[in-house]
């Protein structure tokens, strides 16, 4: 059964950080896309971070230069270093993880919380 768990939300103070981890299991994990999505409240779901299997990152344009997504295959592992957070960027944090074949994975989310 493959499975994706996020950690690492919290409450933050604006210009603070948090490191988001994203650990998946049941699956292969070398040959994997991931993504990060973010979704404030009340908001639809947006993409904010990507990474491939080959290591190629993108970002959207509001978190460039603020965060970083990064992938470590020898712990199944993906991260979202998030820097300079902004009230706006509070939401939940989800993880998705897309397999060769397509077929796509969510995991349940982490509420990351930033004051102003």
């Known amino acids: 059964q493959v499975q994706l768990v996020e950690s690492g939300g919290g409450l933050v103070q604006a210009g603070g950080s948090l490191k988001l981890s994203c650990t998946a299991s049941?699956?292969?994990?070398?040959?994997?896309?991931f993504q990060w999505y973010h979704q404030p409240p009340e908001k639809q779901r947006d993409l904010v971070a990507s990474i491939s299997a080959t290591y190629y990152t993108n970002y959207a344009d509001s978190v460039k230069g603020r965060f970083t997504i990064s992938r470590d295959n020898a712990k199944n592992m993906v991260n979202l270093q998030m820097n300079t957070l902004r009230p706006e960027d509070t939401g939940l944090y989800y993880c998705?993880?897309?397999?060769?074949?397509?077929?796509?994975?969510w995991g349940q989310g982490t509420q990351v919380t930033v004051s102003s």
């Open positions: 998705r993880m897309r397999l060769p074949d397509r077929s796509v994975y």
């Open positions: 049941g699956s292969s994990f070398r040959g994997n896309d």
